[in-house]
């Protein structure tokens, strides 16, 4: 069974930087795309990014982290880790992350989601 557990989330000012990571276990993260979903109050979860399973320099992300956000894996640890700065208080979210289709930002498992980790900026 897939367990992904998220860490790393705290309160920052606008313009700082935080540092998310996702351990997963019941996975293998050298055969597995892996990606980044955050979800704010009232809206639906949306796709961040992904890094695919083939190699760690191909990643994808969402327009609105372009160039902010880095995605970046250890298969050796089993965990993805989401470097994320110039933060804005529109990056308030729960972060989540999830194994992917690398082309289509769908999660590719029916488990379920992790407990997420609580992102909050302020401005």
């Known amino acids: 069974q897939v367990q992904l557990v998220e860490s790393g989330g705290g309160l920052v000012q606008a313009g700082g930087s935080l540092r998310l990571s996702c351990a997963a276990s019941?996975?293998?993260?050298?055969?597995?795309?892996m990606g980044w979903f955050r979800q704010a109050p009232g809206k639906e979860r949306e796709f961040v990014a992904a890094?695919?399973?083939?190699?760690?320099?191909?990643?994808r992300y969402a327009d609105s982290v372009k160039g902010r956000f880095t995605i970046s894996r250890d298969n050796a640890k089993n965990s993805v880790f989401l470097q994320m700065n110039s933060l804005k208080p529109e990056d308030t979210a729960v972060y989540y992350c999830?194994?992917?289709?690398?082309?289509?930002?769908?999660?590719?498992?029916?488990?379920?989601w992790g407990p997420g980790t609580q992102v909050t900026v302020s401005s």
């Open positions: 890094i695919s399973w083939r190699s760690s320099s191909s990643t």
């Open positions: 019941g996975l293998t993260l050298s055969t597995n795309s």
């Open positions: 999830a194994p992917v289709n690398y082309y289509t930002g769908q999660r590719t498992d029916v488990g379920s």
